[in-house]
């Protein structure tokens, strides 16, 4: 074995250490963290301020349930399909220091934490029906009322959180 295969058997190795050091990260929500600055209420509430830490969620569309042909109908069914997204609710933690009535300390600080759940959402979708029938052969086709229908926008989840003090 060379120099340069070492070297790049070396690169190869680094390589995978990467992806399998990355790959747990890439698992996990994706999310913008969000940490509100609410220190600045602390000049005008007579207590501490809460802490908040938070994400964003970021969605992920998929793939889209597209037109079908049915057979008797002119237009297609589904003609603008729902857009199906997945993405997940970040760990969310709230806190705050509960101050004692009594004396100048604190009793403890409660906190409220959500962790992460999934999220599925889709987009409303639209159909259409043709004014005129289906053509036969032959003979001209028949004059039919239209139709138009939207499919609701759906949103499903799992949210959970706990009381902690």
Do not use: W
């Not at 940490?35 to 970021?58: E, H, I, K, R």
């Amino acid at each position: 074995m060379g120099i340069t295969s070492r070297t790049g058997l070396a690169g190869v190795m680094a390589c995978m250490a990467t992806a399998a050091a990355v790959a747990p990260a890439a698992a996990e929500v994706p999310a913008v963290p969000i940490a509100p600055p609410l220190y600045v209420l602390n000049n005008v509430l007579p207590f501490d301020a809460p802490t908040l830490q938070t994400g964003m969620p970021l969605p992920i569309p998929g793939a889209p349930n597209g037109p079908r042909y049915v057979k008797g109908k002119l237009l297609p069914t589904n003609m603008v399909p729902a857009i199906p997204f997945d993405s997940a609710m970040p760990d969310t933690h709230i806190s705050t220091p509960l101050p004692n009535p009594l004396t100048s300390g604190n009793l403890g600080t409660p906190e409220l934490v959500s962790p992460s759940s999934e999220l599925r959402a889709a987009t409303p979708g639209a159909e259409l029906g043709a004014p005129i029938g289906r053509p036969e052969p032959g003979r001209l086709p028949g004059v039919t009322t239209p139709s138009a229908g939207v499919s609701a926008p759906a949103v499903q989840g799992d949210p959970d959180a706990t009381a902690l003090l």
